[in-house]
């Protein structure tokens, strides 16, 4: 299986972005989806989770309150809505099939202050 994640950009502080992470072949709906980030010098960091049915979610304390994971197992598809951005925000976002080193490529979320 493969991951492509994409909908990453610049953004004001205060704006928004749509991440979406879709996924090939028949196990997509099978686990926990994972969205990650990595800013320059910084480690790669969970910032939000959801369960194979999407039943339970987890949130860095970070993204609590402005962040949104949801997934469509009929589309293989898992989305992070963000929204209120800040510049703290800014780094390669990732998306990763828990317990797998199956990583989408990421991609590049910049909010400018």
């Known amino acids: 299986v493969q991951l492509q994640a994409s909908g990453g950009g610049t953004v004001e502080t205060g704006g928004y972005l749509r991440l979406d992470c879709v996924g090939s072949?028949?196990?997509?709906?099978?686990?926990?989806i994972g969205w990650f980030r990595q800013a320059p010098g910084k480690e790669r960091a969970v910032v939000a989770a959801?369960?194979?049915?999407?039943?339970?979610?987890y949130y860095a304390d970070s993204a609590k309150g402005r962040f949104t994971i949801s997934r469509d197992n009929a589309k293989n598809t898992a989305s992070l809505q963000m929204n209120n951005l800040k510049f703290e925000d800014t780094a390669v976002y990732y998306c990763?099939?828990?317990?797998?080193?199956?990583w989408g490529q990421g991609t590049q979320v910049t909010v400018s202050s």
């Open positions: 990763n099939i828990a317990g797998t080193t199956i």
């Open positions: 072949g028949d196990i997509f709906g099978n686990y926990s």
């Open positions: 959801i369960s194979r049915i999407g039943g339970r979610t």
